[in-house]
């Protein structure tokens, strides 16, 4: 099993930013690509941006692609979403998600392409 936790919500203006992390525990090992998607509320939940762990390999949402920035640290089984510029329309509820498998570009932004959930950080804009 693996247990993930979500850090780093929080209130902010439009324009601003927010670094989200996500720790990874239990069997690491097995975890080989992490992806961030979030919910808002009243709405289904959508990927926000994949990585897979030991190869780089990502995807963006278009919706956040130049604003959003992902990056990793094996060594801390951990992933950072980096918030800039952030508008009205990011506000939801943020989720980190992973998976043993190594997902390929065009499975990384399904839901079930991923077995581990987070409980999700709040990460509201609003002026």
């Known amino acids: 099993q693996v247990q993930l936790v979500e850090t780093g919500g929080g209130s902010v203006q439009p324009g601003e930013s927010l670094r989200l992390s996500c720790v990874a525990s239990?069997?690491?090992?097995?975890?080989?690509?992490m992806a961030w998607f979030r919910q808002a509320p009243g709405k289904e939940r959508e990927f926000v941006v994949g990585?897979?762990?030991?190869?780089?390999?990502?995807s963006y949402a278009k919706s956040v692609k130049g604003r959003f920035e992902l990056s990793r640290d094996n060594a801390k089984n951990s992933v950072y979403l980096q918030m800039n510029s952030l508008k009205s329309e990011d506000t939801a509820v943020y989720y980190c998600?992973?998976?043993?498998?190594?997902?390929?570009?065009?499975?990384?932004?399904?839901?079930?392409?991923?077995?581990?959930w987070g409980q999700g950080t709040q990460v509201t804009v609003s002026s």
């Open positions: 998600a992973a998976t043993s498998t190594r997902a390929i570009t065009s499975t990384m932004g399904l839901e079930q392409t991923y077995e581990y």
């Open positions: 239990g069997r690491t090992s097995s975890v080989f690509t």
């Open positions: 990585t897979r762990r030991f190869d780089g390999i990502s």
